[in-house]
T-cell receptor
């Protein structure tokens, strides 16, 4: 079974440029998460989807970040315009809602390492 | 206030020895879940073990076990017979809010484990 797929794996852009990340979750997983992980820290949730609905986007900087999951499967996270402080690893994870109390184990993709110059 | 606290930024352990990675958490919710993830230098977050707040027994998965002390709000990870491949960052995480769309997953700051040959 294929895991969570993310692309690109690495991205280098200049500040003020736009950038987009793509994620394809594990087949059948209805919940999808985007995290940002700064160097030396744990991941921080940006947005969580249940199917195509964003159920928690409280940590998403909405002035420059946007995300979509139109058909409830794959998802895109966009930053426009990027700032120096956006340099981080962007992780996508998926899980199966309804797997049983507490069994919402998240499985992560390899991440996209973003460097903003 | 920190929800998840990992007090050991780094640890060195001799190969084949057991190691305990500390994690304390803070929640007033009676229903929550605790997770441990491993992040090697490649960057991917690998799920290791899960403990539910209502689970009566400590979780075990192969060489991994979770020492769950509910009254102390402690969920330490124990790795028996450590191997060189165990060298990585280890993150403790908590899901609180019950199994609902309001559930949040919060990660600690991690512990870097280095295994000496």
């Amino acid at each position: 079974e294929a895991g969570v797929v993310q692309s690109p794996r690495y991205k280098i852009i200049e500040k003020k440029q736009p950038v987009a990340f793509w994620c394809n979750p594990i087949s059948g997983h209805n919940t999808l998460y985007w995290y940002r992980q700064n160097l030396g820290q744990g991941p921080e949730l940006l947005i969580r989807y249940e199917n195509e609905e964003a159920v928690d986007d409280s940590q998403l900087p909405k002035d420059r970040f946007s995300a979509e999951r139109l058909k409830g499967v794959d998802s895109t996270l966009k930053i426009q315009p990027a700032e120096l402080g956006d340099s981080a690893v962007y992780l996508c994870a998926s899980s199966l809602y309804g797997a049983g109390e507490g069994r919402e184990t998240q499985y992560f993709g390899p991440g996209t390492r973003l460097l903003v110059l | 206030a920190q929800k998840i606290t990992q007090t050991q930024p780094g640890m060195f352990v001799q190969e084949k020895e057991a190691v305990t990675l500390d994690c304390t958490y803070d929640t007033s919710d009676p229903s929550y879940g605790l997770f441990w993830y491993k992040q090697p230098s490649s960057g991917e977050m690998i799920f290791l073990i899960y403990q539910g707040s209502y689970d009566q027994q400590n979780a075990t998965e192969g060489r991994y076990s979770l020492n769950f002390q509910k009254a102390r709000k402690s969920a330490n990870l124990v790795i028996s017979a450590s191997q060189l491949g165990d060298s990585a960052m280890y993150f403790c995480a908590m899901r609180e809010g019950g199994y609902s769309s309001a559930s949040k997953i919060i990660f600690g700051s991690g512990t870097r484990l280095s295994i000496r040959p």
